[in-house]
């Protein structure tokens, strides 16, 4: 049964969408939104499902704004929560936190407007529940909602776990007639239902939104020379871009920081070695400042609400399918064109490969890290459409896209089944004859038959292998080890040396039982998407001048308020009032992202600066 919302006396749809136009600015809800945000509102339970930039903020805010009460957000990131309160503030929603980082009297301010019904948003961090105090301070005002921000969170099978989250079953135990939402931008099957039993939401409605993100440009090249490749991509299609560059090491992240800020890009590092303060003040001027890179570790990224991302680039492979979505999914938030790269080569996969047979935990455990670079390895090579293979691994099917790599430029697949036998043979010889093994690059070099020091000392020149792959380049050889590791065909032995060894499928290669295809990549470049990527680049020259003067003006306010520039306005609002020119705030109000708080602060400065133009 549908119950009408205690604060409007409006149905829930109606209140919804009243809401999402005074305060929000829009006048019409995507996807499912509204459905999801009629359940919530009228007392049910949800598990959403949506990718980022899929709006999933607003089926939790709208919500707090329509029922009774105040919404508790768990969200698992501290650093954020002034980012979030700050963007809700703006919008004239009365939001606030609780956490470790405030002194007593603000915390004492925030408490008494909760009891006394002064906020619409709380925001408290998972281990922040632990502290009984907090639980009696909640039971003592009107809860109009809990949402559980970032839910994957929750899951040991996910890419971000978090054992903090495991407590949050607690929420239904004690309070089982407050509502419950709990929202992920990635998740496979499994860790959908490890998320529903853990939460307890096996009851709830659950929403799955399609996990397509159009406007952002998969792109995967061959690893050479990684730091002038993402040069080259910044400077070509991304200048004065904000953007994110993620690392493996950081070492790594340093150099590559280092790098960038060496040919005049602005960049900034992000690890968990830095100290916090410097953590934090690089985070905020990401967040605050235009065109501004960040190169990270994966501890940089999960509840970034910055919309203006316009590229994310991987310098070394991803762990698993759901990381790499999940951190290319923080570029285009706002919906514009936008780039996912990635350098991917031999070195990665043995990396990776070695890390797995070197990590903590059992045999069950190494089986799970491996299925999920298994995965990976099969998105890097693919010769079909990456969208489809990258939608497919989310249960979710699709057709060719037309706008990655490999429906640009698609590659060639080829019979590599005598490269493959030349290779593995090479390996087999040197560990039957001689009791050997090696890495790629001694294999290569007997194949090309390399007359090197290291050839001569082991007298590698006398075995039936050495100079049979003259055929083939040192690159293409690299090309054939990578995916004979990627499709298990090979293996990195646990000597901890990256050296080569067969597998128990060799054996059908070698005696030709088993065909091997390769991927051939095209020998021109990847053909770039015809879309444009610059926020203001296809508009007509008057409006592209006028969304640069908005732009200008906003980053003044946002530096003057203290604030990241979107939440002033979004590039697609400003973008917006620059191709339709209004002259009165009526007009003004019309436009997509301008709601009543926003028009009464923002838009007579708004209408000056169009009339000065």
């Given amino acids: 049964m549908t119950v009408s919302p205690v604060r409007t006396g409006l149905p829930a749809r109606t209140a919804a969408a009243e809401v999402l136009h005074r305060v929000f600015g829009y006048?019409?809800?995507?996807?499912?939104?509204?459905?999801?945000?009629?359940?919530?509102?009228?007392?049910?339970?949800?598990?959403?499902?949506?990718?980022?930039?899929?709006?999933?903020?607003?089926?939790?805010?709208?919500?707090?704004?329509?029922?009774?009460?105040?919404?508790?957000?768990?969200?698992?990131?501290?650093?954020?929560?002034?980012?979030?309160?700050?963007?809700?503030?703006?919008?004239?929603?009365?939001?606030?936190?609780?956490?470790?980082?405030?002194?007593?009297?603000?915390?004492?301010?925030?408490?008494?407007?909760?009891?006394?019904?002064?906020?619409?948003?709380?925001?408290?961090?998972?281990?922040?529940?632990?502290?009984?105090?907090?639980?009696?301070?909640?039971?003592?005002?009107?809860?109009?909602?809990?949402?559980?921000?970032?839910?994957?969170?929750?899951?040991?099978?996910?890419h971000d776990f978090r054992p903090d989250y495991l407590q949050l079953s607690m929420l239904h135990e004690r309070w089982p007639t407050v509502p419950r939402i709990a929202l992920t931008a990635t998740a496979t099957e499994q860790t959908h239902a490890e998320i529903a039993t853990r939460l307890q939401l096996g009851e709830a409605r659950h929403f799955v939104a399609s996990f397509d993100r159009p406007n952002i440009q998969y792109r995967i090249a061959g690893k050479n020379s990684p730091q002038q490749q993402l040069l080259q991509l910044v400077r070509s299609e991304h200048d004065g871009d904000a953007g994110i560059v993620y690392c493996l090491s950081r070492a790594s992240v340093e150099k590559t920081a280092e790098f960038l800020v060496s040919n005049g890009i602005p960049a900034l590092p992000y690890h968990a070695g830095l100290p916090a303060t410097v953590r934090a003040a690089n985070q905020s001027r990401f967040l605050r400042d235009d065109g501004i890179i960040m190169v990270a570790t994966i501890a940089f990224g999960m509840g970034i609400d910055k919309p203006d991302v316009r590229f994310v680039a991987h310098l070394d492979l991803p762990k698993s399918v759901e990381g790499y979505y999940q951190e290319t999914g923080r570029a285009g938030r706002d919906g514009l064109p936008s780039t996912a790269w990635l350098a991917y080569g031999l070195q990665d996969v043995v990396q990776q490969r070695r890390m797995i047979a070197d990590s903590e935990g059992d045999d069950a455990h190494r089986r799970k890290l491996s299925a999920h670079l298994d995965a990976m390895l099969a998105l890097c090579e693919t010769v079909e459409c990456r969208r489809m293979q990258l939608l497919a691994y989310f249960g979710e099917t699709s057709t060719p896209c037309g706008n990655c790599d490999t429906c640009l430029s698609p590659p060639e697949s080829i019979d590599g089944t005598i490269p493959a036998q030349k290779l593995l043979s090479t390996v087999v010889r040197l560990q039957r004859e001689r009791n050997q093994k090696f890495g790629a690059g001694q294999l290569i070099d007997i194949l090309l038959g390399k007359r090197t020091p290291r050839v001569e000392q082991n007298r590698h020149e006398e075995l039936s292998t050495f100079g049979i792959g003259t055929d083939l380049t040192e690159p293409e050889w690299r090309s054939v080890v990578r995916q004979l590791l990627a499709q298990g065909l090979l293996t990195v032995n646990s000597d901890g040396f990256g050296t080569l060894v067969i597998t128990e499928a060799s054996s059908q290669v070698l005696s030709g039982a088993r065909k091997v295809s390769l991927r051939k990549e095209p020998e021109r470049q990847a053909k770039r998407s015809s879309r444009t990527i610059k926020a203001g680049a296809d508009l007509a020259p008057e409006a592209a001048s006028l969304f640069e003067t908005l732009r200008t003006w906003r980053g003044a306010e946002a530096k003057e308020l203290g604030v990241p520039a979107y939440v002033i306005f979004h590039d697609a609002t400003l973008r917006e009032i620059a191709t339709a020119r209004p002259t009165t705030l009526a007009g003004l109000g019309t436009m997509s992202g301008v709601g009543e708080s926003k028009l009464e602060k923002y838009g007579q400065k708004i209408l000056e600066a169009i009339a000065a133009a």
């Fill in 27 to 158: 006048d019409e809800f995507r996807g499912n939104q509204s459905e999801i945000i009629e359940h919530v509102s009228s007392g049910g339970d949800a598990l959403v499902l949506m990718p980022t930039g899929g709006g999933k903020s607003l089926c939790y805010q709208i919500p707090s704004l329509v029922r009774e009460g105040t919404g508790i957000v768990i969200s698992p990131l501290i650093a954020l929560m002034q980012d979030q309160v700050d963007a809700l503030s703006a919008v004239g929603v009365r939001a606030a936190f609780l956490n470790s980082t405030q002194a007593a009297d603000v915390k004492a301010d925030v408490e008494r407007a909760y009891l006394a019904g002064e906020l619409d948003l709380l925001y408290l961090a998972p281990e922040r529940l632990r502290v009984p105090s907090t639980a009696t301070l909640l039971d003592r005002g009107k809860i109009a909602l809990f949402a559980i921000d970032e839910a994957h969170c929750v899951s040991q099978w996910g």
